[in-house]
């Protein structure tokens, strides 16, 4: 029976996302945020639920990846599909369907995830939940009292101007697949030395969210790429 348990709450995660897709297609984008974030509790807890029942599935290892097709693929082609559709200076109609490249990278990352076996320790291109977190948290700027912060405007801008929101969709499907080197949060020990690089990342993410609030965690994600990018840069430069 326990080895079913981590499956569940797989299912839940899954679940979830299906809630978020209904939602972003309604156009409740703020419900979108708390439906994908309980996906990634869930997403982050069906593997420590695991490793602590000390049981593996092969079921399982692909339920992940279907569940995280959803929540953290669909789910954020849809919330940029809405922001397209909504949009009144978009020139065509048809260039909304746009964010669905995003599902589409994501299943093609996820399935290539699955049978490399370098991205044990770190990834190779943008996690879908990273992607993700980028994407359904844009629409929050629309909704912050205070849209004076320069966080706050750029983040506003792309959820409300067609041409950066596409291009930043176009970005993030090609950096999913890329080999680009990046920073897994993945505590092997609490060392400083063997962990500076994912310390300076929560220090830095919660300082990022302590002064622009959560409008803030679209820049969340790109200090996750800028931080990667620099200290792989460094790592290299030393070796």
Do not use: C
């Not at 703020?30 to 309980?38: Q, Y």
């Not at 069906?46 to 399982?60: E, I, N, Q």
């Not at 990278?105 to 076996?117: M, P």
């Not at 912050?144 to 792309?158: E, G, K, R, W």
């Amino acid at each position: 029976m326990k080895k079913h348990i981590p499956n569940l709450i797989t299912l839940l995660n899954l679940t979830s996302g299906a809630l978020a897709a209904v939602a972003a297609v309604e156009g409740r984008l703020s419900d979108v945020v708390w439906f994908v974030l309980a996906s990634a509790v869930f997403d982050f807890a069906d593997g420590l639920v695991a490793r602590a029942l000390r049981v593996r599935s092969d079921v399982g290892k692909e339920l992940d990846s279907l569940a995280d097709v959803v929540s953290f693929g669909l789910v954020p082609g849809l919330v940029v599909w809405q922001l397209l559709k909504t949009n009144s200076e978009i020139p065509y109609n048809w260039l909304a369907y746009a964010g669905l490249l995003l599902p589409a990278f994501a299943a093609y990352r996820l399935a290539k995830f699955n049978l490399d076996t370098r991205q044990t320790d770190s990834f190779l291109g943008v996690p879908t939940p990273a992607m993700s977190l980028f994407f359904v948290t844009l629409p929050l700027s629309l909704h912050q009292p205070d849209a004076s912060s320069a966080v706050t405007v750029a983040t506003l801008f792309i959820a409300t101007h067609w041409i950066p929101l596409t291009i930043s969709t176009l970005a993030f499907s090609m950096l999913m697949i890329s080999e680009m080197p990046l920073l897994a949060l993945k505590f092997k020990n609490l060392k400083w030395r063997e962990n500076k690089l994912r310390y300076f990342l929560i220090a830095g993410s919660t300082a990022i969210v302590a002064v622009n609030g959560f409008a803030g965690l679209p820049l969340v994600v790109v200090w996750y790429l800028v931080l990667s990018g620099t200290g792989n840069w460094i790592i290299k430069s030393r070796g």
